[in-house]
């Protein structure tokens, strides 16, 4: 059975940073393209990142394009979000997500509980 | 980006009623759209892919329909497990872009 465990989540200060990991089991985590996908306080969802499975290729929103980097390991099976110069905005539960193959198509299979950001002083 | 927008926002129903939940994109996105169901404290689940392809154990209930840039999910029979928010998502382009959300409660 494919599993997704989010961890990393916690309270920080504004401008301050924080690493997200996503542990893989279950699946051929190389062959998949990850993404994060984001849910803030009494919003919708909204996708964060992508990177394909060879970790190649990455993809931003514009939201976040210059203050956050994903990456991964294919040799942990770990999916990462590097999250600097947070802003209260950035606030949420955050997801990570299976894609259907090794390129981001943005069909999305999540198995996780997600993990909370929350930025405030 | 691509705008999606959903409605109606909410919508109270009664079991075994047929529900509709409306999905608009900014442009054509051929038929390059997902549905997904959330309950609050889990994970999202992918209900329908390529706008009206069922995901694998997802009930028949629930069905897609559409292309360009108007598209429909339907719930033709509403169960006690189905009350929850409901999202479209357009895969057409990135960055990847949701419907605000259509919230599903009881009447």
């Known amino acids: 059975e494919v599993q997704l465990l989010e961890s990393g989540g916690g309270l920080v200060q504004p401008g301050g940073s924080l690493r997200l990991s996503c542990a893989a089991s279950?699946?051929?985590?190389?062959?998949?393209?990850m993404s994060w996908v984001r849910q803030a306080p009494g919003k919708g969802l909204e996708w964060v990142s992508g990177?394909?499975?060879?970790?190649?290729?990455?993809y931003y929103a514009g939201s976040v394009r210059g203050r956050f980097t994903i990456s991964r390991d294919n040799f942990k099976n770990t999916l990462y979000l590097q999250m600097n110069s947070l802003r209260a905005e950035d606030t949420a539960v955050y997801y990570c997500a299976k894609d259907d193959g090794i390129a981001v198509t943005g069909t999305l299979d999540y198995r996780g509980q997600g993990t909370l950001v929350t930025v405030s002083s | 980006d691509i705008q999606m927008t959903q409605s109606p926002s909410s919508l109270s129903a009664s079991v075994g009623d047929r529900v509709t939940i409306t999905c608009r994109a900014s442009?054509?996105?051929?038929?390059?759209l997902t549905w997904y169901q959330h309950k609050a404290g889990k994970a999202p689940k992918l209900l329908i892919y390529t706008a009206s392809s069922l995901q694998s154990g997802v009930p028949s209930r629930f069905s897609g329909s559409g292309s360009g840039t108007e598209f429909t999910l339907t719930i033709s029979s509403l169960q006690p497990e189905d009350f929850a928010a409901y999202y479209c998502q357009q895969t057409y382009s990135i960055p990847l872009t949701f419907g605000g959300g259509t919230k599903v409660e009881i009447k």
């Open positions: 990177i394909s499975g060879s970790g190649d290729n990455t």
């Open positions: 279950g699946l051929t985590f190389s062959s998949h393209a």
């Open positions: 442009q054509s996105i051929s038929n390059y």
